[in-house]
């Protein structure tokens, strides 16, 4: 599967109240390509319940499924996993979800990051963040230019995250994202016919001329 597109990433706060599957499902029918499952919390029951529903959805949407955080989850389901770096090891990784799982890397603004999770077996590396983020707004700041050097060095996908919206999106797109990573500008919707429209129209932005 060709990874490049929208990458939707879930949020319990926006998500709260019953939101999370039909909002995820939105953004599917919109053309999201990867959903990231990406909750804090410590109710294993829950996540493991919320994990499975959206396996099925990402199915049937031709979309893959990633969890944030737990390498056990991912393995437990057969779905992809993004790790940080602070989030275990992602050669021990690989070896626990086989060749063929997605496993993406957190390298910040950092080249050397993105060696090493090249060299440790990663499928895509994640760069970020690009702009003011509402959802993390401490996370250390990275530049257009990192994207076109990341370019040359990688001949991985790379997602770009951190306060993407319609409006940015496409100047990272321009200098090389493969795909976008969008919490708020997608799941702050005020429903899920929202939260669809906003998605095409980040879909439409990878369409080729
Ligand atoms: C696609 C993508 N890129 C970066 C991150 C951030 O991962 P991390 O630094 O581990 O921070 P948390 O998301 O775990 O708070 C991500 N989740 N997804
Ligand atoms: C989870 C996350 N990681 C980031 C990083 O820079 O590594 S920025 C971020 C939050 C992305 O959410 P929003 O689209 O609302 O800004
Ligand atoms: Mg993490």
Redo the contacts with the bound molecule.
């Keep these: 599967m060709k990874l490049r597109g929208l990458?939707a990433?879930t949020d319990s706060q926006l998500l709260a109240g019953g939101k999370l599957l039909p909002y995820v499902e939105a953004a599917l029918k919109g053309g999201a390509r990867l959903l990231?499952y990406?909750d804090k919390s410590s109710d294993d029951a829950r996540r493991l319940r919320e994990a499975e529903a959206l396996r099925e959805l990402c199915a049937r949407h031709g979309a893959q499924l990633i969890i944030?955080?737990d390498a056990e989850l991912a393995a437990r389901l057969g779905v992809g996993l993004?790790?940080?770096?602070?989030?275990g090891s992602l050669a021990a990784a690989r070896a626990l979800l086989g060749r063929k799982a997605i496993i993406?890397a957190?390298c910040h603004a950092r080249l050397d990051l993105a060696e090493q999770a090249i060299r440790e077996g990663a499928s895509y590396v994640?760069f970020?963040r690009f702009f003011d983020s509402n959802t993390?707004p401490g996370a250390p700041a990275a530049s257009l230019e990192l994207l076109a050097q990341a370019r040359q060095l990688a001949g991985l996908p790379i997602?770009a995250?951190g306060g993407v919206t319609l409006d940015n999106a496409p100047s990272l797109i321009a200098h090389g994202a493969s795909l976008v990573?969008v919490i708020h500008a997608l799941f702050s919707a005020e429903n899920a016919a929202e939260v669809e429209r906003r998605a095409h129209a980040f879909s439409a932005l990878f369409a080729t001329p």
């Design positions: 990458y990433i990231q990406r944030n955080d993004h790790l940080g770096q602070g989030d993406g957190t994640a970020g993390k997602v995250i990573a």
